[in-house]
Structure formats: C-alpha cells, structure tokens
C-alpha cells in the first residue's frame, strides 16, 4: 500500500481544479509543495501521471485512473469525519465563503454573529465582493448567490427571495416628473448595475421587458441606494434596502402597478453536503436564520 496518502489527496485536488495553482489555493499549500508531491508519487510508482507544458497541465490516462480511485478514498475518509464530528458535537476547522457586498453587511453580518458565537471552534474566512467567484480556483467551501444560477453542476439551496422596488427620491420626481407607462423611463436617469440591461415587470397586463441605459452604473446594491437617494434618478433597488427610505417619504415606489421578480437568493457548493460538514451545517443555521423575522438584527 502506498504509505504517504498526502499525495493521493493532492493529486485528487490537481484533478479537480485543473491546475496546480489552483491545487495549491484548494490545499492552502505552496504550488511548489503541491509539485513535490505530484513529483513524488510519480517517482514511487515508476509512472508518468502529468504531462506539464508551459501553459498547462494535464493528467494522463493512468493519472486519471489514480485520481479516480483517490476521490473515492478521500470522501469516504471526509464522510467518517464528518460523522465523527456530529457525534462529538463539537464541529472544527476553517470555512470559506464568498458572498455580495451589501448582502454580508445587512442580511448574513448578523447571522454569522450568531453562528460565531454557537460555534467557536470554526473560523469563518468571509470573501466579500460582487464578482462572481470561482468556488475551486478561490478555494471556497461555500458562496451566497443573488440572482439567477448559471453553474448547473453548483449544488443549491435556497435562502428564498428577495423582493426588489422600483424607487427614486421625491426631490427627484418633483423636479423631473413621475413616469406614468413603462415607456417613460427611457426619458429618466437610470441608476442601474450595468450600462445597459433589459429588466422585466409583471403588470396588470401581463408581462412586459423594457431596455434602459443607466447614465450611473455601479456594481454595488448599497452604492446604488446612496445615489438614488441622494437624487441622481430611478433605481431598481432591493426591498431591505429601499423600505426606510419608502417609510420615512424619502423615497417613492415608480409605477407600482408594474412589479419587478424578485430576486433568487441561495447557498451554493459543489459536491455533497457530507463531504463537508461545515460547509452544511452554516447552510442550514443560514436557512433558518433567513426565516427569522428579526434576521437584521446582530445578537
């Protein structure tokens, strides 16, 4: 039996990500250590495992077929950890996540503070940014995702909707008007989160799609909600973000006949949920805190 099983596991991760930096980022090693020990196994069975050119890599047919049989060894070793850390109660060890911007301060920054506090032998390692990360190449265990899944291989659960309003600030629609059709927001400064996008509404009629250039595009929800309270024009902003600004008459819904969809939320990872139980187990606490009615709320 081969003795040093580091090396099947990193093998595994080479296969998996497709290359050793990205290996070394999974393992959180050295992308020389991660060489090493390709270099190694290959010495110690007499075969060739990976043609390495200067821009790739790539494993061979008998690299594959150990990579194959290693992935089987290793899941079942993280399934037998991962019951053994249910029976001792006590889950350990690190967890990474990436998440939105706007979305980690006002929605998970509360939730992750109770789980912090239930769970202290996990050290949580928040990615905060609105660029849609890479779980394999950044290392990630988990992501929280806003919007629509392009990934079909990502495994999903959901974290609901969120409901999203059309708004502008009074000051602004008293100096420029309140559009009355659709078709009138294109005579409207748009704050948007592209240049150009076509967005959907459902009316009393049906549905209807409608493109509009923002003369102010920013990838973040929050700075968008600054810009259009401060009376740059109309945004389509998420409800926990738009309510204070609707109760206080700050800010005002536009064409309330027509609704936006709301937008997808959810936990996403890649394999079973077995294979990592911290990553399910801040999956679920995360579910359940997403139904608590006082989930902005830190404590």
Not at 234 to 259: K, N, T, V
């Amino acid at each position: 039996m081969y003795k040093n099983l580091t090396h099947l596991v990193t093998l595994v991760a080479l296969a998996e990500t497709g290359s050793f930096a990205a290996a070394a980022r999974r393992l959180q090693l050295p992308t020389s250590t991660v060489s090493e020990h390709i270099a190694a196994l290959e010495r110690n069975l007499g075969v060739q495992l990976v043609v390495r050119t200067t821009r790739q890599s790539r494993l061979t047919d008998i690299g594959q077929l150990l990579a194959r049989g290693s992935a089987r060894m290793v899941e079942t070793v993280e399934e037998t950890f991962a019951e053994l850390e249910a029976t001792l109660g006590q889950p350990k060890g690190k967890l990474r996540i990436s998440l939105p911007f706007a979305f980690a301060a006002d929605s998970v920054g509360p939730a992750i503070a109770r789980f912090a506090g239930l769970y202290p032998g996990i050290e949580l390692e928040l990615w905060v940014s609105n660029d849609i990360e890479d779980l394999i190449s950044g290392g990630f265990d988990l992501a929280i995702r806003i919007g629509p899944l392009t990934d079909s291989t990502l495994t999903r659960r959901s974290l609901g909707v969120e409901p999203q309003n059309l708004v502008a600030a009074r000051a602004y629609l008293d100096l420029r008007g309140r559009p009355e059709r659709l078709d009138d927001l294109t005579r409207h400064c748009f704050v948007g989160f592209k240049p150009e996008r076509i967005y959907r509404f459902e009316g009393p009629d049906g549905g209807h799609e409608i493109t509009l250039k923002a003369q102010v595009s920013v990838n973040d929800p929050k700075t968008a909600a600054a810009i259009v309270k401060g009376g740059a024009g109309i945004g389509l902003l998420p409800r926990y973000l738009s309510d204070q600004g609707l109760e206080d008459g700050s800010l005002e819904i536009i064409l309330p006949a027509y609704r936006p969809p709301p937008a997808p939320m959810a936990i996403v990872y890649y394999g079973q949920a077995a294979a990592n139980p911290r990553a399910d187990l801040f999956a679920r606490f995360l579910e359940a805190q997403m139904r608590r009615p006082d989930r902005w709320q830190a404590g």
